[in-house]
């Protein structure tokens, strides 16, 4: 390799480097890296160099990724070894020599590409391969568009691989434990096959492109998402189940990513929207990009931008399926990534908002985003990207509509719905659910929010003044509904009750009019998807009453457990509905709520210590709360450190109003926090799942 350049080996120093990286969870056998900083090998020669400076002049490194490198395309860089290396680019300086070894230190730029790349030592004519890296983002390097100030938070939102997604209800948020698993040694491949899928599919050969942390979002995003190309996940539909695994079963994102390489590539069944949030985030997590699992309550749907949604109901208050595929979700989870944003003006770095649920668009990708989280907030709608999506669904007004008999529509008072409630996520370096609300939008009635909105309309009028219907289409209330209202209704229940209790409804009904009113008063239940689609009525109960002037009347209803129990739907949410009717005047009033059934609670208890490498005992206990058996109990426990992989304990059944206790030996071979998740499945309840933390001593 040039005379008296004759390489013996190349240590890539990987146990030291890898931990300088923040990389020593992903492997110790594997160099891998983050870029903007610097890394070092020592390169042992077989024979002594007795002339330093005149090889030093003849040797450079080339590093390389892609399948095809070269120079032109600028995945090939050559750099000369030298004594002092640039810090802005890709550099080498010997920071060690002797005539047996050179301990020498590379530098990557904050902006090189990401890849898995070879590394060689160029010596005259000759080339020799001294090794290969993998290199990611770096939220530690200030020159990076990911950088992350706060430690605590790069501890989160890179390193942490113990996630909670929330839903349920705004009234009643509920916390599922997923394990993203972004540091698993496999997963880092992957995430890389991941993207050259996505750009073999959009027939972009750039690799200079995966600089760029937003191309890395969006092709991430395109390949999670079940309408571009053939993505990692299938949407699920209404009632499917046939070969495959229900969005609700799952534990972690590592199976389903795992399943998606060893099928070749073909699409998991099935995924929803917390799925695909909770894989973008290991995949985005994996990389480098710091990245969070965001959920918002009462959320427009495929409104296209339009600040108005609409849903119809008939006169028993039942909801009705809908052609249009714009409605208002109980809930939606989606996720952030922080980055600067040099694309737009100043003022956008930081969180971005990035969803990789389909979305019915009138053009571009069906994701969206990554979209400036201020942005969103500001209602500066024609910010790239998709800002009015996000910006709509969290600010449009539900109004509702009455179907009679004869297919009429009539509008309902009292009933205008408001979206994008209580968003939240899990905090920092602790299982505390954080409202970040504020983040996306200003306090509900201040003069921010009305200068906001009022900016929002005019913006997102003009982006859609070729559409026929722009002079109509961002009124949120029909001039109807401007006639002067008599009655009020008021409807209230638990806002979570537990599976087997009978749901009580409490109706409060006002006559505010000078004369006294006949009325009739239909009270219904109904099963319902957490993406707005009926399920069916469960149970509806009729009144009729006269209420004099300034006159109230309340009752108090019950629907029995033996109504819902065979109905739930995968989410346990339950739309409670009153519809009033003035029999003199034909006006309609409405009111809603919606309500979460809790599966009975699975408890863990843990030791009061546990020790690393010390056999200890788990308790895992199920009290059933039924009138019936809980029959062919199947529990599955995990957690990384307790438990090698998962384990699965069959239970029989449990019977009524008594508990079941297992005991799960186990022996911790992690120190510090550690998750033990819990699943039960049996003929009555689906996926109920539990999980519990505790801090495991060091030995």
């Not at 969005?247 to 069944?269: D, E």
């Not at 843990?606 to 529990?635: A, D, G, R, W």
């Amino acid at each position: 390799m040039g005379q008296g350049l004759s390489i013996k080996n190349c240590d890539l120093k990987i146990t030291m480097n890898n931990t300088n990286h923040h990389t020593e969870e992903i492997s110790t056998e594997r160099l891998i890296v983050r870029r903007g900083q610097p890394f070092t090998i020592t390169v042992s020669f077989s024979a002594p160099i007795h002339n330093y400076l005149r090889q030093l002049k003849r040797t450079s490194l080339i590093v390389q990724t892609g399948s095809h490198p070269s120079k032109a395309d600028g995945i090939q860089i050559e750099f000369p070894i030298s004594s002092l290396g640039d810090k802005k680019q890709w550099s080498t300086a010997v920071e060690e020599q002797d005539p047996c070894f050179w301990i020498i230190s590379v530098n990557t730029p904050a902006n090189a590409p990401i890849g898995q790349y070879a590394l060689l030592l160029h010596a005259s004519k000759s080339h020799r391969l001294l090794g290969n890296f993998t290199l990611l983002f770096n939220p530690w390097c200030q020159d990076d568009e990911v950088f992350l100030a706060n430690e605590a938070q790069r501890q989160e939102y890179i390193l942490n691989q113990e996630g909670i997604i929330y839903w349920g209800t705004e009234n009643a948020v509920l916390a599922q434990p997923w394990d993203f698993s972004q540091l698993e040694e496999d997963i880092v491949d992957i995430c890389f096959m991941l993207l050259d899928v996505g750009e073999r599919h959009q027939r972009d050969k750039d690799h200079t492109q995966r600089k760029n942390p937003i191309y890395i979002c969006r092709t991430v995003a395109a390949m999670l998402n079940c309408d571009e190309f053939r993505g990692i996940l299938t949407e699920y539909g209404t009632g499917q189940h046939a070969n495959g695994t229900p969005p609700s079963k799952w534990l972690g994102s590592s199976p389903i990513l795992q399943q998606w390489v060893a099928s070749h590539f073909k699409p998991v069944r099935y995924g929803q929207c917390w799925v695909f949030a909770a894989v973008m985030c290991s995949v985005l997590r994996c990389l480098g990009i710091p990245t969070r699992v965001v959920t918002g309550f009462t959320w427009a749907h495929n409104t296209n931008s339009n600040l108005s949604v609409d849903e119809y109901y008939d006169e028993d208050g039942t909801l009705l399926p809908q052609d249009k595929s714009a409605r208002v979700w109980t809930f939606h989870v989606w996720n952030e990534c922080w980055m600067a944003r040099a694309d737009l003006p100043p003022g956008y770095n930081g969180w971005q908002a990035l969803d990789a649920t389909c979305q019915e668009k009138s053009k571009g990708a069906s994701f969206c985003g990554p979209a400036p989280v201020k942005a969103i907030k500001e209602g500066d709608t024609d910010v790239d990207y998709d800002v009015c999506y996000f910006f709509a669904a969290i600010n449009a007004k539900c109004q509702v509509w009455i179907q009679k008999t004869d297919d009429t529509l009539k509008p309902a008072f009292g009933a205008t719905k408001y979206t994008g409630n209580n968003i939240s996520t899990k905090s920092v370096g602790s299982e505390r659910c954080e409202d970040i609300t504020h983040h996306y939008k200003h306090p509900e009635g201040s003069l921010q929010e009305k200068e906001v909105l009022d900016k929002a309309y005019r913006k997102i009028q003009k982006l859609e003044t070729t559409s026929i219907s722009s002079e109509t289409q961002f009124s949120f209330i029909p001039t109807a509904l401007e006639e002067p209202v008599n009655l009020f209704i008021h409807l209230q229940s638990k806002s979570s009750l537990t599976l087997g209790q009978d749901v009580p409804l409490s109706i409060d009904v006002f006559n505010h009019s000078g004369g006294e009113k006949a009325t009739q008063l239909v009270v219904g239940a109904q099963a319902l998807h957490y993406n707005g689609v009926p399920i069916t009525q469960l149970w509806k109960e009729e009144f009729h009453f006269t209420l004099k002037s300034n006159e109230a009347n309340s009752l108090q209803v019950f629907v029995p457990y033996s109504q819902y129990r065979r109905e739930l739907g995968e989410n346990h949410l339950l739309r409670l509905t009153a519809v009033l009717k003035d029999e003199d005047s034909f006006y309609v009033y409405f009111a809603q709520e919606e309500i979460s059934i809790c599966d009975p609670p699975l408890a863990i208890e843990f030791p009061e210590n546990m020790v690393q490498y010390q056999p200890s005992t788990v308790k895992i206990s199920l009290l059933n709360p039924l009138f019936e058996p809980l029959e062919k109990c199947v529990v599955v426990v995990a957690g990384r450190g307790l438990i090698y992989r998962q384990r699965k304990y069959r239970l029989g059944s449990v019977q009524p109003e008594s508990s079941r206790e297992l005991q799960i030996p186990l022996t911790p071979i992690q120190a510090g926090p550690r998750r033990l998740t819990a699943r039960l499945t049996c003929l009555q309840l689906q996926n109920l799942k539990s999980y519990k933390t505790i801090d495991v001593a060091a030995a």
